[in-house]
């Protein structure tokens, strides 16, 4: 590029109407001048080629993406990551803050992701290792979607859990079992305690264990969970299918029962969740498959809490994540990250419920809480529930009797003493 086109794709912030931009931050690992580079990240999800042949005009002004912050932080002798062809030169490792107008792409997230994680962005000359960080997003363009319908003060309301966390339980064994045990399962553990038992990510419409017959024999427990407790239970579906296949299936499971309905939602498409956000009339919920594949490399891809953001902006109520410990695989500081991102203010979008997952159990439940500070997030055990030592009623009790001892200061340890069930939690999964 030559200097004019350079100083084209450079602004000042205050000059620019933020309601009109979203601001994008990326890493970067580029080769050259990292000025340079910057202008091309800005220029390829954006104008590109912005002038015509023979013709003086200038389509930046009101198109172009400008870089509005360019920091160099060190010097690499090669990339982050090896690469074919290999890079063996010097690569300066920038953090690059964008403008992008977003009347480029509307508020479509199809064509969104199209201009901030796609070929622009990923191919730029001279930038081989790039990862969009962050997306802020201004109130004028938040304006044009619904967000959660309910959110977590709605579902709080709504299901009655109030002064402490939700309780989830994946039934177990999560993909082989007919409707009819599949259903006595998650009777078991809302007996005990347990909010909302769930069908696993994996679980869809297989022929041992049809999603129809499941959905109907799981809505008939919940109701006599209800009936037996006095509290709303929740019987959460998983609905992931084909895009054509949602509505149909939304309408048959709740039909049936189910009280909320889960949706993966990088396998299904953001926009689809968005559409079906118009037409449901339960609360949806957002399972992670996929998003590891693009996030989990520091360097590379995009953060987690960009898709955080993007799927509670598009509707879902609650947002399962890859949560904290060792299997996960994920920073402590990237979890908190995305529980942020659900919650934050974010001008007219309600916020979701964070559903941190991962090996959970009553013994994992205080080191969570600690964690996050608050009781605004859901828990998600599968095995600490529905494989408890003596069985998913016991498994359910053992997170409130837990919780009960959080609630109090009471060392869970020390409450286990006198209460069976957390004892016996604490022993298989401690």
């Given at each position: 590029?030559?200097?004019?086109?350079?100083?084209?794709?450079?602004?000042?912030?205050?000059?620019?109407?933020?309601?009109?931009?979203l601001?994008?931050?990326?890493?970067?690992?580029?080769?050259?001048?990292?000025?340079?580079?910057?202008?091309?990240l800005?220029?390829?999800q954006s104008?590109?080629?912005?002038?015509?042949m023979?013709?003086?005009?200038d389509?930046?002004?009101?198109?172009?993406a400008?870089?509005?912050?360019?920091e160099?932080?060190?010097?690499?002798?090669?990339?982050?990551?090896?690469?074919?062809?290999?890079v063996?030169?010097p690569v300066?490792?920038c953090?690059?803050?964008?403008?992008h107008?977003?009347a480029n792409?509307?508020?479509?997230?199809?064509?969104?992701l199209?201009a901030?994680?796609g070929?622009?962005?990923?191919?730029?000359?001279?930038?081989?290792?790039?990862?969009l960080?962050?997306?802020t997003?201004p109130?004028?363009?938040l304006?044009?979607?619904?967000?959660?319908?309910?959110?977590?003060?709605?579902?709080r309301?709504?299901?009655?859990?109030h002064?402490?966390?939700?309780?989830?339980?994946?039934?177990k064994?999560?993909?082989g079992?007919?409707?009819?045990?599949?259903a006595?399962?998650?009777?078991?553990?809302?007996?005990?305690?347990?909010?909302?038992?769930?069908?696993?990510e994996?679980?869809?419409?297989p022929?041992?264990s049809?999603?129809?017959e499941?959905?109907r024999?799981?809505?008939?427990a919940?109701?006599?969970?209800e009936?037996?407790t006095?509290?709303?239970?929740?019987?959460?579906?998983?609905?992931?299918?084909?895009?054509?296949?949602?509505?149909?299936?939304h309408?048959?499971?709740?039909?049936n029962?189910?009280?909320a309905v889960?949706?993966?939602?990088l396998?299904?498409?953001?926009?689809?969740v968005?559409?079906?956000?118009?037409?449901a009339?339960?609360?949806?919920?957002?399972?992670f498959?996929?998003?590891?594949?693009?996030?989990?490399?520091?360097?590379?891809g995009?953060?987690?809490?960009?898709?955080?953001?993007?799927?509670?902006?598009?509707?879902?109520?609650?947002?399962?994540?890859?949560?904290?410990?060792?299997?996960?695989?994920t920073?402590?500081?990237?979890?908190?990250?995305?529980?942020?991102?659900?919650?934050?203010?974010?001008?007219?979008?309600?916020?979701?419920?964070?559903v941190?997952?991962?090996?959970?159990?009553?013994?994992?439940?205080?080191?969570?809480h600690?964690?996050?500070?608050?009781p605004?997030?859901?828990?998600?055990?599968?095995?600490?529930?529905?494989?408890?030592p003596?069985?998913?009623?016991?498994?359910?009790?053992s997170l409130?009797?837990?919780?009960?001892?959080?609630?109090?200061?009471?060392?869970?340890?020390?409450?286990?003493?006198?209460?069976p069930?957390?004892?016996?939690a604490?022993?298989?999964?401690?």
């Amino acid at each position: 590029m030559r200097q004019h086109d350079i100083d084209g794709f450079y602004a000042d912030l205050s000059a620019l109407d933020t309601d009109a931009h979203l601001l994008l931050d990326y890493r970067i690992e580029c080769t050259g001048n990292p000025r340079v580079a910057a202008a091309h990240l800005a220029s390829e999800q954006s104008t590109a080629q912005w002038q015509r042949m023979g013709v003086d005009e200038d389509y930046r002004p009101r198109f172009a993406a400008k870089v509005v912050d360019l920091e160099v932080e060190t010097t690499l002798s090669g990339t982050s990551y090896p690469l074919r062809p290999a890079v063996d030169e010097p690569v300066s490792v920038c953090r690059v803050r964008l403008a992008h107008p977003y009347a480029n792409f509307g508020p479509r997230i199809p064509n969104l992701l199209s201009a901030v994680l796609g070929e622009g962005a990923f191919f730029a000359p001279g930038i081989p290792v790039v990862k969009l960080l962050d997306v802020t997003f201004p109130d004028a363009f938040l304006a044009h979607f619904d967000g959660p319908r309910y959110g977590l003060a709605g579902l709080r309301d709504r299901w009655h859990i109030h002064d402490r966390p939700f309780f989830f339980g994946v039934i177990k064994p999560n993909i082989g079992l007919d409707p009819a045990p599949f259903a006595e399962l998650g009777l078991a553990a809302w007996r005990g305690g347990l909010d909302i038992a769930k069908d696993d990510e994996m679980l869809a419409d297989p022929a041992w264990s049809p999603i129809a017959e499941r959905s109907r024999r799981l809505g008939a427990a919940r109701r006599l969970a209800e009936q037996e407790t006095g509290v709303p239970k929740v019987y959460l579906a998983n609905i992931t299918d084909e895009v054509d296949q949602l509505i149909a299936l939304h309408d048959m499971v709740v039909a049936n029962g189910a009280n909320a309905v889960m949706i993966n939602a990088l396998p299904v498409g953001l926009s689809a969740v968005r559409m079906l956000r118009k037409h449901a009339r339960v609360p949806l919920v957002a399972h992670f498959p996929v998003i590891a594949a693009m996030s989990r490399l520091p360097h590379f891809g995009v953060h987690t809490r960009v898709l955080t953001k993007l799927q509670r902006i598009i509707g879902f109520d609650v947002i399962i994540m890859p949560g904290f410990g060792p299997r996960m695989m994920t920073p402590e500081d990237e979890v908190l990250e995305c529980i942020a991102a659900c919650t934050e203010p974010m001008g007219p979008i309600k916020p979701a419920l964070p559903v941190p997952g991962g090996s959970d159990s009553a013994a994992t439940l205080a080191t969570v809480h600690q964690k996050i500070g608050n009781p605004d997030f859901g828990f998600v055990p599968g095995r600490g529930v529905f494989s408890h030592p003596d069985g998913p009623t016991a498994g359910a009790a053992s997170l409130r009797q837990a919780w009960a001892a959080i609630a109090t200061g009471v060392p869970v340890a020390e409450h286990a003493e006198g209460h069976p069930a957390l004892a016996a939690a604490l022993g298989a999964f401690g």
